[in-house]
C-alpha cells in the first residue's frame, strides 16, 4: 500500500532546495571575505557548468567565498534585476550587464581602469563598440567579457544560395585565415539581388521587421554601411539626409521579398524560419545552426555562417557585446575586480567559448585565434567566419552608433530603423517615413 | 532589617498593580484592540502598497539621471509625443472595449447559467472558470501559438477551405483585435461568476410580484434584475477597467508592442520606456499617467455604490 509521506514541513524544504538550485555558494576552507556575481544564464547549459568550475577554482586559489547566480534573459529577468538592485542599492557585487545597461547604470558604476588597464595591456584594445557602450568620460566602468557577446551575420542554407542565388557562401568566405574571395562582391546589391532570388523560390530571406533586437541590429548594419545616421556624434538630427534616403530606397526593394510576416517577426520568427527549411539566409549569432544540429541535421550540415555585405561606406557587422560591472556600493569591490580579472584571462574565456562552441566572442581581437571556430561542425569551420576576421575588412557595429548613448538606447530599444522599414512595406512614401522618424528622434533628443 | 525587608516587598507588588493596571484599563478599550489586530495589515499596505505608490509618484517627477526634481514636466513631454498619444488611445481602445464585451458576455453566460438546473451547473460552471484559473501568460503563449505569424493553427484552417492567410499581428488592426479577444477570453469569466452570484441574490418574489403585474421577460430584466445588479455590475467594470488598463502580459507576448508600434499599451510603453531604454522616471510617467482618471472614475462609482446600499437598507 502507498503512504504518503510527504509532510508540509518536507514540502516546504523541497521547495527552498528547489529555488536555491540557480545559485551557486562556493566557499573554501579560510575564505577571506565574501563576493557575490550574478551571470548572464547561458542558454547553453555547458556554459554555466564550466563557468562554475572557474569560480570554483578561482575561490580555491584566492580563499575567497564567492556566491555565483545564473540571472536569465527571459522575461528580461537581467534587466529587472539591475533595476531593482540599482534602486535598493544593494544586491551583487558585481553583476552582468547587457549591451546599454552600463551606460544606463553609469553613476551606479565603480571605474575599473585598473582591471582595463591590466588586461588590454596583455591582450590588446577592444573593439570600437565595447568602448561605446562602456567606457564614460574616459574610464572603463565595466570589463567587456565574452560571455553572452555575440556577433549577428549571416548564417545561410548553402544549396539554396547556390541554386537559387548563384553564390557560394563556403568558397566566398572559407574557413582559413587566408584571403576571403567574396569579400569585395559580397555587396549590399549582391544582398538584394539573392534576396529576391530565394524569394522567388520560396525561400526568403528571414530577416524581421519588428523591434527586437535582431531585426534592429540587422537595420542598424545597413543603415551604417550607407553612412546613414538618424543623429549624429553630436546630438544633431540627421535623419533628413541623402544617405537615410539612400537607405530608404534600398529597403523599400528589400522588404518587397522578406516574408510576410516580416514586421511580427521577434528575436526567435528568424531561428525557426532557418531550422524549419523556410528560409535561405538570416542575420544571427550561430544559435540557429546550433538548435539545427539538434533538431534538422540536414539543415545545420549546410548552413555557412559568414560576413555581412559591405556598402558604400563599408561593411558593419552587427555586435552585441555584454559586460561585466561592479557597483559603487558593492562590500568587497577588490575581490571582484580579482574575480573578473581572473575570468578575463585568455585561457578561461578560451575553455568557456569551447563549450558553446564558439557562440561566445572574446572582446579582445588577439583572442579571435581559439581553434574552435575552425573546428565546429558540420559543416566543419562553419562559423570561422562567425567573428569579424581581418580578411572580411568590416568592423563590429551597434545600430545608432555614433549618436549619443542616451539616445542611442532609445533609437535601439524602440526599434526607429526596422519599423522605418515596416512603413515603407506598409505603403509609405519615403518622406512620410523620414517626417515619421524625424518627429520620434525629436522626442528622444528632447 | 526586619522593617527595610517588609517595606521593599510590600512596594514592588504595587507597582505591578499599577502598571498592569493602566495596560489592563487600555486594553479593555474594543478600539484599541481592534487598532493592534489591524497593524499587520496596516504595515503591509504601507509597505507594499501606499509604500510604492507614493515612490513611483516621486519618480515620476525626476530627470532622467534622478538627479533634478522637474514636477509635471514628463507628463507634459509625453504629451507631446505621436508615439504617445497612439499608446492612449491604443490602451483606451484595449481596455473599454474588452471591458465591455467581458461584461456583456459575462451577463448572457450568468443568465444562461442561471437556468440550468443546480445539479448540472455545477459542471458549466467549472468548465467556464478554467480560462480564469491558468496563468494568463501561459495561456496566451498559447493563443500566440494559434495566431503565429509563420505557422497559425488559425492560418493553417482558413487555408485547408481556401481562405488567404491573414497577418494575425502583422497588421495593426488584427493584431489589437487578437489582443482583445485573448483578454474578453481570459476576463470573461470572472463576470460570469461574479453577475452569477448576484443573479443567485435577487428575491424570486420580485419576480413573482413583476409576472403578477404582466411584465415580460424584457420588463423583468430591464426593471428587476438589473436594478438589483447595479451595484455589482459598477464595482466589476470598476475592478477590470483598472486591470484590464494595467494589462502587461498579453501585449508583451503576443505582439510586444508592434507592428509600428500600434498595440502599445501603457504598462509594456512604460517597460520599454523605462526598464529597456533606461529611463525610469519616464516609464513611471507613463505608468500612472491614467492613474487620476481612474481615480476619479473609481471615486465616483463607489460613492454611487455606497448611496445605492443605503438606500437599499433604508
Known amino acids: 500500500m502507498l503512504t504518503n509521506n510527504v509532510t508540509r514541513r518536507k514540502a516546504l524544504k523541497i521547495g527552498a532546495a528547489a529555488a536555491a538550485l540557480p545559485l551557486v555558494h ?63 542599492k544593494t544586491g551583487h557585487d558585481a553583476l552582468a550587464f547587457p549591451t546599454w545597461n552600463v551606460l544606463a547604470y553609469a553613476d551606479s558604476l565603480e571605474p575599473v581602469d585598473d582591471v582595463m588597464g591590466r588586461l588590454t595591456t596583455k591582450y590588446g584594445q577592444t573593439n570600437k563598440v565595447a568602448e561605446y557602450l562602456a567606457k564614460v568620460k574616459g574610464h572603463w566602468l565595466a570589463i567587456p567579457t565574452s560571455s553572452g557577446t555575440q556577433m549577428k551575420g549571416p548564417c545561410a542554407r548553402i544549396s539554396i544560395m547556390k541554386e537559387a542565388a548563384g553564390l557560394d557562401p563556403v568558397a566566398m568566405f572559407p574557413a582559413n585565415a587566408g584571403p576571403a574571395p567574396g569579400a569585395e562582391s559580397w555587396t549590399y546589391d549582391a544582398h538584394l539581388k539573392a534576396a529576391e532570388a530565394c524569394a522567388k523560390v520560396g525561400k526568403a530571406f528571414g530577416i524581421g521587421l519588428g523591434t527586437t533586437p535582431d531585426s534592429v541590429d540587422t537595420a542598424g548594419a545597413l543603415f551604417a554601411a550607407y553612412g546613414a545616421e538618424l543623429v549624429n556624434a553630436k546630438g544633431d538630427i540627421t535623419v533628413k539626409s541623402d544617405a537615410v534616403r539612400e537607405v530608404l530606397e534600398y529597403a523599400q526593394r528589400l522588404v518587397k521579398v522578406l516574408p510576410k510576416d516580416a514586421v511580427s517577426y521577434d528575436d526567435a520568427s528568424n ?156 505603403g509609405q512614401s519615403i518622406n512620410d517615413v523620414i517626417a515619421w522618424a524625424q518627429n520620434e528622434l525629436e522626442g528622444f533628443v528632447g | 532589617m526586619a522593617d527595610a525587608s517588609t517595606l521593599a516587598v510590600s512596594f514592588m507588588p504595587t507597582r505591578r498593580v499599577a502598571r498592569h493596571g493602566s495596560m489592563h484599563r487600555l486594553m479593555r478599550h474594543r478600539s484599541t484592540v481592534a487598532l493592534l489586530m489591524c497593524s499587520p495589515l496596516f504595515v503591509l499596505i504601507g509597505g507594499l502598497v501606499v509604500y510604492p505608490a507614493i515612490y513611483a509618484i516621486y519618480l515620476s517627477m525626476l530627470n532622467k539621471g534622478m538627479t533634478q526634481f522637474v514636477g509635471l514636466h514628463n507628463f507634459a513631454f509625453l504629451l507631446k509625443r505621436d508615439t504617445f498619444r497612439l499608446v492612449i488611445f491604443q490602451s483606451c481602445l484595449f481596455a473599454v472595449s474588452a471591458v465591455v464585451m467581458k461584461a456583456f458576455i459575462g451577463f448572457v453566460l450568468a443568465h444562461l447559467m442561471h437556468n440550468i438546473p443546480s445539479g448540472r451547473q455545477r459542471i458549466w460552471r467549472g468548465l467556464l472558470l478554467v480560462p480564469w484559473v491558468i496563468p494568463l501568460a501561459l495561456s496566451t503563449l498559447g493563443w500566440w501559438w494559434l495566431f503565429d505569424p509563420s505557422y497559425s ?51 424570486e418574489q420580485l419576480y413573482e410580484a413583476a409576472a403578477i403585474d404582466g411584465a415580460g421577460a424584457l420588463q423583468k430584466l430591464f426593471f428587476v434584475t438589473l436594478p438589483m445588479m447595479r451595484n455589482i455590475i459598477s464595482i466589476t467594470v470598476l475592478f477590470s477597467l483598472i486591470v484590464t488598463f494595467a494589462n502587461f502580459d498579453i501585449v508583451r507576448i503576443l505582439t510586444n508592442g508592434g507592428p509600428e508600434s500600434k498595440t502599445h499599451v501603457f504598462a509594456t510603453y512604460a517597460f520599454q520606456v523605462g526598464i529597456q531604454s533606461g529611463n525610469i522616471p519616464l516609464g513611471a510617467s507613463v505608468s500612472l499617467f491614467m492613474f487620476p482618471l481612474l481615480a476619479v472614475f473609481a471615486f465616483f462609482v463607489l460613492r454611487n455604490v455606497t448611496r445605492r446600499t443605503k438606500e437599499i437598507a433604508a
Not at chain 1, 325 to 352: C, H, P
Not at chain 1, 353 to 378: A, H, Q, R, T
Not at chain 1, 409 to 424: E, R, S, W
Not at chain 2, 175 to 186: D, G, P, Q, S, Y
Request: hydrophobic fraction near 45%; charged fraction near 15%.
Open chain 1, 26 to 88: 562556493i566557499r573554501t576552507a579560510g575564505a577571506a571575505g565574501k563576493v557575490s556575481i550574478g551571470f548572464w544564464d547561458h542558454w547553453v547549459p555547458a556554459g554555466n557548468d564550466v563557468m562554475k568550475k572557474q569560480v570554483a577554482a578561482f575561490a580555491e586559489k584566492n580563499k575567497v567565498e564567492v556566491q555565483a547566480d545564473f540571472i536569465t534573459t527571459i522575461g528580461n529577468k537581467n534587466l529587472l534585476t539591475i533595476a531593482a538592485e540599482a534602486q535598493a
Open chain 1, 271 to 426: 531561428n525557426r524560419a532557418l531550422i524549419s527549411g523556410q528560409s535561405a539566409l538570416i542575420w544571427n549569432p550561430p544559435s540557429a545552426w546550433a538548435v539545427a544540429k539538434r533538431d534538422n541535421r540536414p539543415v545545420a550540415e549546410d548552413s555557412w555562417t559568414f560576413t555581412a555585405p559591405t556598402g558604400p561606406k563599408g561593411r558593419f557587422v552587427p555586435h552585441v557585446p555584454f559586460f561585466w560591472g561592479i557597483w559603487k556600493f558593492s562590500q568587497n569591490k577588490t575581490a571582484a575586480k580579482d574575480l573578473i580579472d581572473y575570468l578575463m584571462q585568455r585561457e578561461q574565456v578560451e575553455a568557456r567559448c569551447n563549450v558553446v562552441e564558439g557562440y561566445d566572442i572574446p572582446p579582445f581581437d588577439s583572442m579571435l585565434d581559439f581553434k574552435v571556430w575552425e573546428n565546429v561542425e558540420p559543416p566543419k569551420g562553419t562559423v570561422y567566419n562567425y567573428p569579424v576576421r581581418l580578411q572580411h575588412k568590416g568592423v563590429a557595429h551597434i545600430a545608432a552608433l555614433p549618436a549619443p548613448p542616451e539616445i542611442a538606447v532609445q533609437i535601439y530599444n524602440q526599434g526607429t530603423m526596422p519599423t522605418m522599414f515596416a512603413k515603407l512595406l506598409s
Open chain 2, 153 to 203: 493553427a488559425f492560418n493553417y484552417v482558413l487555408n485547408v477551405f481556401g481562405f488567404p492567410t491573414v497577418a494575425w499581428l502583422g497588421e495593426a488592426w488584427p493584431a489589437r483585435l487578437c489582443m482583445i479577444t485573448v483578454n474578453v477570453w481570459f476576463g470573461t469569466p470572472f463576470f460570469m461568476i461574479m453577475y452569477l452570484a448576484a443573479l443567485k441574490s435577487v428575491p
